[in-house]
């Protein structure tokens, strides 16, 4: 049976779009430098007490949720309170120029040309939507957020789950099979592909990526293009990468 053609492309970020190197060295150290001072003067906000709460009940028991929470860092564990506060903190690094949105160089090009082809784009990543859009709006390659018509966290559901992908689907009024996943993890590639989405896995060398005998499989954004049959990136006169 034919593929229907793409119409969307869903994107993870960590091991797709950007290096886990910038997530684990730069983005989780700065949370960690922060966290001790955050929690100090800002405890008791609705969300960051709330996050708390949630923390103490997923600790272990008797860890200080501080702990908790640097533990997790280190684990790179996708919970949910941690990512949310992660976003928070990370909110200052963005604006104040300290921090900017590691983007692989073929990854902005090519999301400017699959956008102004008509093509809709879209993120879900284990990162807060929040994280995410400070990411795009203060990459390295400038702001992007606007190219995206929408962002979507594990609030939807883990991203190791099919009925996560079928409910985006659903939300975005669209047949899974015009929706391409990209992901360099294979159990969240199984798990679009049973919803009924088309997948292909990014293996970036630099992330050292176990290809999945699964799946297709680009090494960058310029080989989903090829593969996918999206558009290849064009730089018009004056715009930059
Ligand atoms: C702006 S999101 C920062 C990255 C992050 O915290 C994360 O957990 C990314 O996970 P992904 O699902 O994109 O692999
Ligand atoms: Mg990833």
Do not use: N
């Amino acid at each position: 049976m034919t593929a229907a053609p793409v119409s969307a492309v869903l994107t993870d970020i960590e091991g797709t779009t950007s290096a886990i190197a910038f997530v684990k060295e730069t983005l989780f150290p700065f949370a960690e430098r922060a966290l001790d001072a955050f929690l100090l003067a800002h405890g008791t906000d609705p969300e960051v007490a709330a996050c708390l709460e949630a923390t103490r009940q997923a600790a272990r028991p008797g860890e200080e949720p501080a702990a908790a929470l640097r533990r997790w860092m280190a684990e790179d564990a996708k919970i949910g309170p941690l990512k949310t506060l992660q976003g928070v903190i990370w909110r200052d690094g963005f604006l104040s120029g300290e921090v900017r949105g590691h983007l692989w160089p073929d990854v902005a090009p090519c999301l400017r040309a699959w956008s102004r082809a008509g093509i809709s784009l879209y993120v879900y990543s284990s990162g807060s939507v929040a994280a995410q859009k400070l990411l795009f709006g203060y990459s390295v390659a400038g702001d992007l957020a606007g190219l995206f018509s929408g962002f979507f966290d594990t609030a939807v559901g883990g991203k190791r789950e099919a009925a996560s992908y079928a409910a985006i689907a659903q939300g975005l009024h669209r047949p899974a099979g015009e929706i391409l996943f990209l992901s360099d993890v294979a159990e969240e590639l199984d798990a679009a592909a049973a919803a009924g989405m088309q997948v292909c896995q990014l293996v970036r060398p630099q992330d050292g990526t176990e290809p999945s005998p699964r799946h297709p499989q680009a090494a960058d954004f310029p080989g989903v293009a090829a593969r996918f049959g999206l558009p290849a990136a064009t730089r018009p006169a004056g715009e930059a990468a």
